[in-house]
Nanobody, 120 residues
Framework: QVQLVESGGGLVQAGGSLRLSCAAS????????MGWFRQAPGKEREFVAA?????YYADFVKGRFTISRDNAKNTVYVQMNSLKPEDTAVYYC????????????????WGQGTQVTVSS
């Protein structure tokens, strides 16, 4: 079971940027599809982005967010630019054992989440 710890959340003004990081334990990090999800108050958790050998994005973040990974550091990142108030949410890092296209509704291991707040 992989353990995930997110960092990098905070408060930012609309139009600003943040970079979230997720450090993973274990020696098989490179074999996982890694993802970011988010959950806003009163809403269901939603897919944001994922990365295996390629990247996958939700339509609402395309062109603004960039997911990347450093397998040597067991870390996945998401660079978030042009942030909007509607991006305010708790952001969760997730790992899926199958390597490839993410199965969004499938089984994931989760981090504890990090709060991102975008003020208008």
């Amino acid at each position: 079971q992989v353990q995930l710890v997110e960092s990098g959340g905070g408060l930012v003004q609309a139009g600003g940027s943040l970079r979230l990081s997720c450090a993973a334990s274990g020696r098989t990090f490179s074999s996982y599809t890694m993802g970011w999800f988010r959950q806003a108050p009163g809403k269901e958790r939603e897919f944001v982005a994922a990365i295996s050998w390629t990247t996958y994005y939700a339509d609402f973040v395309k062109g603004r967010f960039t997911i990347s990974r450093d397998n040597a550091k067991n870390t996945v990142y998401v660079q978030m630019n042009s942030l909007k108030p509607e991006d305010t949410a708790v952001y969760y890092c997730a790992a899926q054992r199958s390597y490839g296209q993410p199965n969004v509704g499938g089984q994931w291991s989760w981090g504890q989440g990090t709060q991102v707040t975008v003020s208008s």
